[in-house]
């Protein structure tokens, strides 16, 4: 599986942005798809994912509320949508697929095997 991340920049508090994630490859596979964040000097934290059979979703709290993962009917893009953007919200941005998880492993970083290049997105205060 191929992941392609893109969609982040610069905003202000309060404001939105959406996150795009171009999926290629053995598609079949996935299990989930999750978005995962870095912020300079911190580990990757968990803040959404979609489970691929059922389209259930699943949150972090930091983010619930405010920001909303979705996929096209194609299954070859999924979005993060984010809202009331904070300035803890700022961080490099993942998305990742995970092949072989179950669902008590979908909201660590361990259980997804490929990654995207990461996004930068930054809230200014």
């Known amino acids: 599986v191929q992941l392609q991340a893109f969609g982040g920049g610069l905003v202000q508090a309060g404001g939105s942005l959406r996150l795009s994630c171009a999926i290629s490859g053995r598609t079949y596979s996935i299990r989930a798809l999750g978005w995962f964040k870095q912020a300079p000097g911190r580990e990757r934290e968990f803040v959404a994912t979609i489970r691929w059979s059922g389209g259930n979703t699943y949150y972090a709290d930091s983010v619930k509320g405010r920001f909303t993962i979705s996929r096209d009917n194609a299954k070859t893009t999924v979005y993060l949508q984010m809202n009331s953007l904070k300035p803890e919200d700022t961080a490099v941005y993942y998305c990742?697929?995970?092949?072989?998880?179950?669902?008590?492993?979908?909201?660590?970083?361990?259980?997804?095997?490929?990654w995207g290049q990461g996004t930068l997105v930054t809230v200014s205060s």
């Open positions: 990742a697929s995970a092949e072989h998880a179950i669902l008590s492993s979908f909201f660590s970083s361990g259980a997804y095997e490929s």
